[in-house]
């Protein structure tokens, strides 16, 4: 059986990602919140009368905090036998906003909380949790049966970057730590898709996603400054994300991909 990661879950995009997933293919579901994993798991199944509630498993998980990681990723161990179970979608999304327009706002704090929840985390998760993902020796069902189930051929880690982490596509400057730390998880992603073709083959793969602007609290701040064409509900946001990381194939990996399966450049 394969079963899906979404971290975090409890608003925003990974909330939508969350109910999309649920209505959209038949597996389970894991998602994550920093507190009140009871709430969060009622908010999301609301209006979802189709859905079987017992798919969706809510854990506790702080990306900044390695112990709740550790535990998040111990609860999924002992839900999912790996003689018989893998993880086949993870949505590794966390994100922090510091828009700096002058090296002289940059202090030590800030910076160290922008790096802790948007590159430090991501990478956390993937420790504790890639190695649910398929391994050579995995058998992955066949592929008319994941069609039916909404699922890729291949087991896909997605981490979530944005466009300004891309050091060719910056011609404005600015926004220092998001940059960087965006940066930093492209870098990543390579090396962890790497990592996982030596273990897994074409059984799975990493990429990275930069979602547009979207109508989050992420960047509220800034929706004034987006044409209208360009600044996404979140519905249509998740739909084209869900589009993509299915699309991008094997040919793909390692790399990052707009909502418009438009290559990000390094």
Not at 217 to 224: A, D, I, Q, V
């Amino acid at each position: 059986m394969a079963w899906s990661l979404v971290s975090p879950a409890s608003r925003g995009i990974g909330f939508e990602l969350t109910r999309q997933l649920l209505l959209t293919t038949k597996i389970p579901v894991v998602a994550t919140a920093r507190k009140d994993v009871e709430g969060v798991k009622k908010n999301i199944l609301q209006d979802l009368k189709d859905v079987d509630s017992s798919r969706l498993t809510v854990l506790e998980l702080d990306v900044t905090n390695e112990n709740t990681i550790l535990r998040a990723a111990e609860d999924a161990s002992s839900m999912f036998d790996a003689s018989k179970n893998h993880l086949h979608l993870a949505f590794c999304i966390p994100g922090i906003l510091r828009p700096e327009k002058s090296p002289t706002q940059l202090d030590h704090e800030s910076l160290t909380r922008t790096f802790a929840i948007n590159t430090i985390g991501p990478m956390l998760i993937a420790k504790h949790f890639s190695p649910f993902l398929p391994k050579k020796s995995t058998s992955l069902p066949n592929t008319s049966s994941q069609d039916s189930e909404g699922l890729p051929e291949q087991a896909i880690w997605l981490n979530m970057s944005a466009r300004v982490g891309s050091t060719t596509d910056n011609s404005l400057g600015g926004w220092y730590s998001y940059r960087a730390s965006k940066a930093g998880v492209n870098s990543f992603t390579k090396s962890l898709d790497l990592f996982l073709k030596a273990r897994a083959g074409d059984k799975a793969m990493a990429m990275a996603y930069h979602p547009g602007t979207v109508k989050t609290g992420l960047s509220k701040e800034f929706w004034g400054n987006v044409k209208e064409e360009k600044l996404f509900e979140v519905g249509f946001a998740v739909e084209k994300m869900l589009e993509v990381t299915g699309g991008v194939g094997l040919e793909g990996r390692g790399r990052c991909w707009d909502w418009k399966g438009t290559e990000v450049l390094p």
